[in-house]
Structures are given as structure tokens and as C-alpha cells.
T-cell receptor, first 114, second 112 residues
Framework: NAGVTQTPKFQVLKTGQSMTLQCAQD?????MSWYRQDPGMGLRLIHY???????DQGEVPNGYNVSRSTTEDFPLRLLSAAPSQTSVYFC?????????????FGPGTRLTVT | RKEVEQDPGPFNVPEGATVAFNCTYS??????FFWYRQDCRKEPKLLMSVYSSGNEDGRFTAQLNRASQYISLLIRDSKLSDSATYLC?????????????FGKGTKLSVKP
């Protein structure tokens, strides 16, 4: 199993540009989530999904959209990038249809918005 | 009071030392507790779950004190490879509801 994969690993955007961060898992996990990690802030939940077709907002959803059309994929879209979205983004998945099981994280995407 | 609080460190210890990390959580209804490890510029990975009776995995021991809403992680005989940031993680609700809350992490540096 590849586990949780994320692309790209690094990205530089200009303010106002849009892009999609890709996340895929091959473990047939129901629960998937996106976090951002900033220095001194810890991991903060952006959006999550408890199964295909179901998504919900986390702690910091503004400026981001998600969809979950398949069990495997959970892309994160930045609608109009802002410097405040400069961060490391982690995708995670877990077996159960909720967020309290062991989370398996992808390697992260380092995003810089100039 | 923040939901999950940890001493940010850094903890600088020599090889072979015993080091303890503490974590407090604010929601008394929390049911699930974990310690994750995050190496520099890497993703977090589960180190161990924390059970009410306490649990041990080799050199690592985790304890939970529900009355004080306090979790601890003890590392004995520290190795250079233990250098990382240790994240305290708590579920905010009972049972299977809700999402995990991550502490900001405690950085450990083990020196030769």
C-alpha cells in the first residue's frame, strides 16, 4: 500500500491564484481530513469527510473548498490564494467513519503564497 | 483555557536520560487520547494511544489522569533517534464523535 499520498510536495503561488492540492489513500479509509500546520499554531483542521459524498468544515475552513466523490480522493481547493495561506498542508485518513481513530498522514504540501 | 496545552520546550537532554512531557486538556468529556511524534519537516505519526490504566511500549510510558485532565509521556534511556516533536492529541467529545484536537507539540532534542 502507498498509504496517503499528496501532490505537489512544494508549490509557490501568487496572490489571487487558485490551485488544487491532491490527496489520495489506498487503505479504503472512510474518514479523510485536511490540516494546516503553521509555526507556533499546531495542526488545525480545515475540512473533513466521513465518507464519499459527505464533507464538513473544520476549525479554519475559510478560503478552502473540498469535495469527496470517491472513497480514495479528497482534493483541497484554494479559491483565491492569500499570503495568510502560506503553510504546510497535511492530508490524513483513518479507518472509521469518524475522526478519533489513528490518523495516517500524507507527507505534506509546502505552499508559499507571494 | 486552550483545549490542549503542552510545554513547547525545547527539552535538551543527554543520551540515556529520562524525560517526561505533560499535557492538559480542557474538555472533561474527552474519551480518546494519543501521543503522536513528528520529525522535522515530516508528517505526524502515531506513537501510542493513552489508556485509563496507563500503557507502556518499550521505553515509552503513557499515563492518563482524568480527574486532573492531564496526560503524560515518559521516555526512558533516551536515544538520539528520539529527537522529534511530540504532539498530545485529544478527542473533544465522548465516544466516536468529533475530530481530534492537536496540541502544539513539545520539542525534544537528545544530545550525544
Amino acid at each position: 500500500n502507498a498509504g496517503v499520498t499528496q501532490t505537489p510536495k512544494f508549490q509557490v503561488l501568487k496572490t489571487g491564484q487558485s490551485m488544487t492540492l491532491q490527496c489520495a489513500q489506498d487503505m479504503n479509509h472512510e474518514y479523510m481530513s485536511w490540516y494546516r500546520q503553521d509555526p507556533g499554531m499546531g495542526l488545525r483542521l480545515i475540512h473533513y469527510s466521513v465518507g464519499a459524498g459527505i464533507t464538513d468544515q473544520g476549525e479554519v475552513p475559510n478560503g478552502y473548498n473540498v469535495s469527496r466523490s470517491t472513497t480514495e480522493d479528497f482534493p483541497l481547493r484554494l479559491l483565491s490564494a492569500a499570503p495568510s495561506q502560506t503553510s504546510v498542508y497535511f492530508c490524513a485518513s483513518s479507518y472509521g467513519g469518524h475522526g478519533v481513530d489513528e490518523q495516517y498522514f500524507g507527507p505534506g504540501t509546502r505552499l508559499t503564497v507571494t | 483555557r486552550k483545549e490542549v496545552e503542552q510545554d513547547p520546550g525545547p527539552f535538551n537532554v543527554p543520551e540515556g536520560a529520562t524525560v517526561a512531557f505533560n499535557c492538559t486538556y480542557s474538555n472533561s468529556a474527552s474519551q480518546s487520547f494519543f501521543w503522536y511524534r513528528q520529525d522535522c519537516r515530516k508528517e505526524p505519526k502515531l506513537l501510542m494511544s493513552v489508556y485509563s490504566s496507563g500503557n507502556e511500549d518499550g521505553r515509552f510510558t503513557a499515563q492518563l489522569n482524568r480527574a486532573s485532565q492531564y496526560i503524560s509521556l515518559l521516555i526512558r534511556d533516551s536515544k538520539l533517534s528520539d529527537s522529534a516533536t511530540y504532539l498530545c492529541v485529544v478527542s473533544p467529545y465522548g465516544g466516536s464523535q468529533g475530530n481530534l484536537i492537536f496540541g502544539k507539540g513539545t520539542k525534544l532534542s537528545v544530545k550525544p
